[in-house]
């Protein structure tokens, strides 16, 4: 079939287990399209997608199921080359990383900067209300909101507070939230104490190390090798504004995440040209020299 693989032959290597993916075939495809096909605004073949998600060790199954999911959830929508398939991204995802571009690589966040206030939110959800709650924890989460006491979100990030309101307004919990903006005052615990309470910084700190043990202290060969390890740390580092909300280092005094992060964003891309030449290679893309990352 044309949609099977690439006119290449097999990966040239399989990710071993110490750097093997963790994320689901689907979470794993969305990085793939962010890290590989938003640079470039041309269709993708499912034969490429394939190629690349096996080789980060999913079975052909799983990456078919993924690919389909992915355009059922509106980021890809399916043409048709002649006999092969090929998929081209929403403006529904165009979006989703060009926000998550910014959140998760970006160099300009400024973290030395602060003026000491706090965006406050009480939003109380009932238990029996697990779906809602699971919803709203992941995008408070990913928003950089910290989780100090039931119902209680905290950030020092008060520009946030719009996206915060549109996640509030969709799930229906406007009418019992109540939000402010402010300087923590007493009575009350100290920010040090604040920041311990709302974020798990320790297993944040923990998967940074692991991070740099899996990646930063071996070399990976160009080719199959160095594309894979690249998708593979993209995808960590997509999934760390969860635990890391990037805090002001005010806030985080010898906090060893901070310089971690860093290096593992600096190597992310010191790898992007070597990597994306392969990925061209599979993909068979032209593309003029300016368009290329």
Do not use: C
């Amino acid at each position: 079939m044309s949609d099977s693989k690439p006119s290449d032959s097999k990966p040239e290597s399989t990710p071993d287990k110490e750097v093997a993916s963790t994320g689901s075939a689907r979470s794993v495809l969305v990085t793939v399209l962010g890290e590989l096909v938003e640079p470039y605004g041309q269709p993708v073949r499912t034969a490429a997608l394939l190629y690349v998600l096996k080789g980060l060790g999913y079975g052909e199954h799983a990456a078919r199921q993924a690919i389909a999911r992915t355009g059922s959830a509106g980021l890809i929508a399916a043409g048709r080359n002649g006999r092969e398939t090929q998929w081209t991204l929403t403006d529904k995802a165009h979006r989703l990383f060009t926000e998550g571009e910014l959140r998760v690589f970006s160099t300009d966040v400024d973290t030395t900067q602060w003026d000491g206030r706090w965006l406050v939110v009480n939003v109380p959800i009932p238990e029996s209300h697990r779906s809602t709650r699971k919803k709203l924890y992941a995008a408070l989460r990913w928003a950089g909101f910290g989780n100090p006491t039931p119902g209680v979100w905290v950030t020092p990030h008060v520009d946030r507070a719009a996206e915060a309101e549109r996640t509030i307004e969709s799930l229906g919990l406007t009418a019992n939230t109540v939000s402010f903006v402010g300087t923590l005052a007493v009575p009350g615990i100290p920010e040090s104490e604040l920041v311990r309470r709302s974020w798990d910084l320790e297993a944040a700190e923990k998967e940074y190390d692991e991070l740099l043990d899996r990646f930063d202290a071996r070399t990976f060969q160009p080719g199959d090798e160095l594309l894979f390890a690249h998708l593979q740390l993209a995808d960590a580092l997509r999934r760390m504004p969860y635990m890391d909300p990037r805090l002001p280092e005010v806030l985080l005094p010898d906090w060893r995440g901070l310089k971690a992060a860093r290096r593992l964003r600096d190597l992310r891309a010191e790898w992007t040209p070597t990597a994306h030449a392969q990925w061209r290679r599979i993909a068979g893309l032209d593309v003029p020299a300016a368009q290329v990352p």
